[in-house]
């Protein structure tokens, strides 16, 4: 079956637009997250999903980082007014279930931004 | 608060030879999960290898393997037999049952030398 997609794949953008990073997870899974990679570093948890209600935003790092999900499928993060240090690799995963304890994180390729 | 150390930003090893990685990983709690994912250059996370705080068993997966010390909070990944494929960056992660989240170390980059 399909794996988690995200897209774009690459996203190159000026200071101070707005962007939209789109996240299509597994079929059937409840749980989806969002996470953002520096350059060099590890991943920075931005928000969890269950189902459709986030219980979890606290790792948004501004009001300018919003993020949103229909039903248990397609999720959409947007990052307004965009800042340079907004550039980042930002991946999505999904699971069955929101303990990563025993339901595996199945992640996406990432979209990569920049913000020149 | 959870944090997960990795002191290798970079390690390279022969072709068929055995490579260790180390993580270190500083907790209260008695009961936790760890795991190791790989990430390729096409940044697609893939989970190698999960170990059970409460097993004492090493868990191992093919040519992958842990040296989980509980009491020194050392979670070590020995890869070997080392193939080409094997090129990645390695993150160590945490979690507790009772989270959601993810807690993860800065990542090793491991380099295959044919």
């Known amino acids: 079956g399909a794996g988690v997609s995200q897209s774009p794949s690459n996203k190159v953008t000026e200071k101070g637009k707005d962007v939209e990073l789109r996240c299509d997870p597994i079929?059937?899974?409840?749980?989806l997250y969002w996470y953002r990679q520096r350059l060099g570093q590890g991943l920075e948890f931005l928000i969890y999903?269950?189902?459709?209600?986030?219980?979890?935003k606290s790792g948004l790092p501004s009001d300018r980082f919003s993020a949103e999900r229909t039903g248990e499928s397609v999720s959409t993060l947007t990052i307004q007014r965009t800042q340079q240090e907004d550039s980042a690799v930002y991946l999505c995963?999904?699971?069955?279930?929101?303990?990563?304890?025993?339901?595996?994180?199945?992640f996406g390729p990432g979209t990569r931004l920049t913000v020149l | 608060a959870q944090t997960v150390t990795q002191s290798q930003p970079e390690m390279s090893v022969q072709e068929a030879e055995t490579v260790t990685l180390s993580c270190t990983y500083d907790?209260?709690?008695?009961?936790?999960?760890l795991f190791w994912y790989k990430q390729p250059p096409s940044r697609q996370m893939i989970l190698v290898i999960r170990?059970?705080?409460?097993k004492q068993q090493n868990a191992t997966e093919n040519r992958f393997s842990v040296n989980f010390q509980k009491a020194a909070k050392s979670f070590s990944l020995k890869i070997s037999d080392s193939q080409l494929g094997d090129a990645a960056m390695y993150f160590c992660?945490?979690?507790?049952?009772?989270?959601?989240?993810?807690?993860w170390g800065a990542g090793t980059k491991l380099i295959i030398k044919p």
């Open positions: 995963a999904s699971s069955l279930g929101s303990r990563p304890s025993y339901n595996e994180q199945f």
């Open positions: 079929s059937g899974h409840t749980a």
């Open positions: 999903f269950q189902g459709n209600s986030a219980p979890d």
């Open positions: 907790t209260s709690e008695s009961d936790y999960y």
């Open positions: 170990q059970e705080a409460y």
């Open positions: 992660a945490y979690t507790m049952d009772s989270n959601y989240q993810l807690i």
